[in-house]
C-alpha cells in the first residue's frame, strides 16, 4: 500500500442512522404525521394512508427513549462522529407552520448534548427519505415551490438553534432518490401511477434551491458550518469494452452526478439542459434562482456507497437482474452479491472517491456504508458477525487507498450502527448494526442491547486510527 495511505488525525470515525428508521413514538410531543408513517411497506414504496396496517417505522427500536444508553455504546466504540437526522414533523408537524413545536428541539439538543458530553461529533442530515405528510396532500409535495419557503424556515430554525453545537450539517439525504422514488424523495405521487420526469426535475429544482438557501442561511448565522450534500452514490461500469457499453455507463452516472454537479460547481450541466429540451421538460425557474444555485454551492460532498452497477447495450445482459434499494442494475460477474442482492465492490469505493474528488476538488464524507444481513444468536449469546466484518475491513482499505491516491476524505459513518428498520424493505431482520437490536419485523422482541463481533473490531479500528483492520 501506498505510503501516504494513511486516515489523518481528526478522522470523523462513526455510524449513521435517520430518525424514521429508529426512533419510534411517531406521535410523541406533538410530531406529525410524516410520509414514512403512512409507508409500511417500506419508505420507498407507494404510501397507505390507511393507518391500519402494522408499521415498524412508528415503533422504530425506540431510540427516542433509549438514546442515552445506545449513544453510550457508540462512545465505549470510540465514536467520533455520529450522524442522525432530525425529523422535520417534530419541529414543524405540518411542514408549513410559523413557529416550531419546542418540544420537538428540546428533543434533538438532548441527543446533541449527550453527543458532546462523550465527545461524540453530531453530523446533521436535515432531510432524511422523510417530509411532513401535510405537504404533500395539501400541496402536491416539492413540485409545488411554496415547499422551498417551508423547508428554508426548518433549516434556518435548526441552525440558529444548533449552530454552536453542532459543524457538520447535510440538507437532503442521497437527494438523487428523487429520480428513482420520487415519493421519498419528494413526497410526489403521480395520479397514473407513472412516474412523470417534468413534475420530477421541477421537484429537483425546487429541492436545489432549499439546499442552496439552506446553505446561505446557515453561513450568515454561523460561517464556520460544513454544510454538505449527500448523494447515493452508484457508479456504472460498462458491461463490456463496446464503446456503446461505455457511453451508457456514462449515461447513467450522470444521473446521479447531475445532483452533486448542481449543489458543488453551482449551475445546470449542459447534458442536463439538453436531456429537458429533447423531452420537452420544461423547468419553471424564477429571476434570481440561478444566482442563489451559484453563491450558495456546499462545502463538502456527502455520500453513500453500498454497490457499483453495470450498463449495457446488450439486451441478454440487461435480462440479468441485480438488486438495490434505489435501483436494480445488471449482474456483474465479477462481484458477489449480499443476501439482498446488492452487489459488494469495495474497489467500486476507491473509484468513486477518485471520481468524486477530481471533479469537486471538496472534502469528501462517506456517510453510509456498510452490509445488510441476518445475524443468529448463538446459544453462548454470542453473534458472530464475520461476514460484517469481511465488508466494512475491504471497504475502509479501499478508502484508505484513496486517501493514498491524493483524495482528502474527512470522515466514515458506517450505516446503522445500531440495528433500526430498513428503508426499502420496512424489516428488522436485515441488520446493520454492531449493536443488535432484540426486536423482530414484527415487532416483537425485549429491545434489548447486544454487542456483536464487529462492536470489538470497529472499536479497535477507530482506536488505531484504521491501523488495525
Ligand atoms: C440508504 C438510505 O440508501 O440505504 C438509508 O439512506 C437506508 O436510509 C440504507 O437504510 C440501507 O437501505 P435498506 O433498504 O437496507 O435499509
Redesign the pocket.
Known sequence: MSKLAKFPEGFLWGGAV?AN?LEGNFQADGKGLSTADVSPN?I?SPPDYSMKDFNLYHEGIDFYNTYKEDIALFAEMGFKAFRFSIAWTRIFPNGDELHPNEKGITFYENVIDELLKHDIEPVITIS??EMPLHLVREYGGWKNRKLVEFYERYAKTLFERYHEKVKYWMTF??IN?LLHAPFTGGGLLFEDGKKNEQDIYQAAHHQFLGSALAVKVGHEINPDLQIGCMI?SMITYPYTSKPEDMFAATQQDRKTLFFSDVQSRGYYPSYMKNYWIENDIEIEIEDGDLEILREHTVDYIGF?Y?MSFVASTDPEHLKQQASG??LAGIKNPYLKASE?GWQIDPVGLRTVCNQLYDRYEKPLFIV?N?L?AVDVIEEDGTIQDDYRIDYLRAHIAEMKKAIGDGVDLIGYTS??PID?V????AELK?R?GFIYVDRDSEGKGSNKRLKKKSFDWYKNVIGSNGEKL
Do not use: C, I, P, R
Open positions: 435517520a428508521q417500506g420507498m432524511h427519505y439525504n442521497e432518490v447515493a453513500s453500498y434499494n434505489l439482498w453510509e456498510g445488510g450505516w446503522g433500526l430498513s428503508a426499502s424493505t436485515k446493520y
